[in-house]
């Protein structure tokens, strides 16, 4: 942490630094300005994601949408957020038969950044998060990630969306998760290689009769019925 703190504090030097010479010279920052704020990005978030603290991830995942939104798309931040959104779930750190680091709101936020980041690699650690992550909200906001990357491959992540929102559907139906799910499909119908498979299906059933709220259900209805005229 000490390490951290230290990095930190000349990290943000430097950034105060850069501020100081745009504003004294009245210019816009430089090409050689810009790669050194986007070097000391880096640098923050890879030392940030690793830590232990709650506090200090979500900063790290502060600084990656940011980072993002600028376009960037590095290698150090896919493997933050791979990090960060399969923490405490599939890697887990035990302290006193307890899981130290399972911080689903830092798995939610990351979920948000790999739809804002998009493309294969995000495609890969979603799938992985759908399949590991416990918490109904922290997998709304993976489904939703998953139709903001819009990949679809031969039906199968409406297929796996299907596996996990079943699994909640039997055991504590959530209102979130199924909205989410409702939405990626109607989003996904709309690709060409849409196809309405059994037990998405099923599903839809399942939550029009469900114990969801009424708009949830209303909306599973319309929506089976919009699906299955694709194929009448």
Known sequence: MQKLICFVMLALMAVALLTGQDSRGGRGITLEESYLQESIDIM???????????????????????ALQRGTRSEEIRIALETMGLEGIVNRTMKDGVIANNFPDIRSKTARCLGIMGG??????????????????????????????????????????????????????????AFAALRAYESFAS????????DTEALLVSISNGRYHTTARAYARDLLAKLRSYHG
């Open 44 to 66: 923050l978030i890879r030392e940030q994601s690793r830590s232990e603290s709650r506090e200090v991830k979500e900063s790290a995942l502060g600084t990656i949408e940011a």
């Open 120 to 177: 294969t690699q995000a495609y890969t650690i979603l799938i992985r998060m759908l399949g590991a992550e416990t918490q109904a909200f922290v997998l709304a906001d993976v489904v939703n990630a998953l139709m903001v990357v819009g990949l679809n491959p031969n039906n199968e992540t409406v297929k796996l969306i299907t596996g996990r929102v079943k699994h909640f559907d039997v055991t504590l139906p959530d209102d979130l998760l």
């Open 191 to 198: 690709q060409n290689d849409w196809r309405l498979d059994t």
